[in-house]
Antibody, heavy 123, light 110 residues
Framework: QVQLQQSGPGLVKPSQTLSLTCAISGDSVSSNIAAWNWIRQSPSRGLEWLGRTYYRSRWHNDYAVFVKSRITINPDTSKNQFSLQLNSVTPEDTAVYYC?????????????WGQGTLVTVSS | EIVLTQSPGTLSLSPGERATLSCRASQSVSSRNLAWYQQKPGQAPRLLIYGTSSRATGIPDRFSGSGSGTDFTLTITRLEPEDFAVYYCQQYSSTPFALTFGGGTKVEIK
C-alpha cells in the first residue's frame, strides 16, 4: 500500500519561498513507472496541477506553465521523498497543497495522494 | 490548454437516485487520458475512474464512466449516503505535459 506523508510550514511570508516535502512509503521515488506530483487547491482557483518529477534513465521534470518560472520539484533518493519549492510567493499562492503519484501507461491518473497541507501566505 | 467544464455545478438528489455528471472539454481528449475523482470535506481527492471507464481499485460498480471526444459522463446508479461529495474530472495532455481539472460538481442530499 502506497502512502504519502507531507510535511512543511503552514505559514509563509510574501516574497519568500514555500517549501514542502512528501515522504513515500510502499513505492520508490526512483520507480520507472511512477511520477510524483504536486497539486494545490483553493476556493478561487480550484484544483491546479503544479508539476512533477520522475525517473526514466535520468530525472525529468514537468511544470505547469503558470508557475514554471518559480517552481522546483526535486527527488531525494536517500530519503525516498520529493520536495516542492515555490519562490516569490504572494497571497494568491495560499492554498491546500497535495502531493500525489501517477502511474505511466494508464493515462496518468493520480492514484495516491498525501493528506494535504494548508499553506497561508501572509505577513 | 484544454479547459474542462463540469455541469451542473450542484446536483440535489435523494439516496437511491441516479446521478449523471457531465464533463465537457474545450478540445478533443483521448479517452485514455480522462479520469474522475471524488472529494469529501477535509480530504484529498480519491481516484474513482481512469481511462474514461475503468474503475480504480476498490471502487464499487455503481460508479461508471463513459464518453469520448469532448463529452464525458460519470454515472452513479444508486446514490448511497457516502456518495454525497464533490466530483472532479481531470485530463492530461502530453505535449507539453499538463494535467487540468474541471471545476467540480457537488452532489448534495435533497
Amino acid at each position: 500500500q502506497v502512502q504519502l506523508q507531507q510535511s512543511g510550514p503552514g505559514l509563509v511570508k510574501p516574497s519568500q519561498t514555500l517549501s514542502l516535502t512528501c515522504a513515500i512509503s510502499g513505492d520508490s521515488v526512483s520507480s520507472n513507472i511512477a511520477a510524483w506530483n504536486w497539486i494545490r487547491q483553493s476556493p478561487s482557483r480550484g484544483l491546479e496541477w503544479l508539476g512533477r518529477t520522475y525517473y526514466r534513465s535520468r530525472w525529468h521534470n514537468d511544470y505547469a506553465v503558470f508557475v514554471k518560472s518559480r517552481i522546483t520539484i526535486n527527488p531525494d533518493t536517500s530519503k525516498n521523498q520529493f520536495s516542492l519549492q515555490l519562490n516569490s510567493v504572494t497571497p494568491e499562492d495560499t492554498a491546500v497543497y497535495y502531493c500525489a503519484r501517477d502511474v505511466l501507461g494508464t493515462g496518468d491518473p493520480l492514484d495516491y495522494w498525501g493528506q494535504g497541507t494548508l499553506v497561508t501566505v501572509s505577513s | 490548454e484544454i479547459v474542462l467544464t463540469q455541469s451542473p455545478g450542484t446536483l440535489s438528489l435523494s439516496p437511491g437516485e441516479r446521478a449523471t455528471l457531465s464533463c465537457r472539454a474545450s478540445q478533443s481528449v483521448s479517452s485514455r487520458n480522462l479520469a474522475w475523482y471524488q472529494q469529501k470535506p477535509g480530504q484529498a481527492p480519491r481516484l474513482l475512474i481512469y481511462g474514461t471507464s475503468s474503475r480504480a481499485t476498490g471502487i464499487p460498480d455503481r460508479f461508471s464512466g463513459s464518453g469520448s471526444g469532448t463529452d464525458f459522463t460519470l454515472t452513479i446508479t444508486r446514490l448511497e449516503p457516502e456518495d454525497f461529495a464533490v466530483y472532479y474530472c481531470q485530463q492530461y495532455s502530453s505535449t507539453p505535459f499538463a494535467l487540468t481539472f474541471g471545476g467540480g460538481t457537488k452532489v448534495e442530499i435533497k
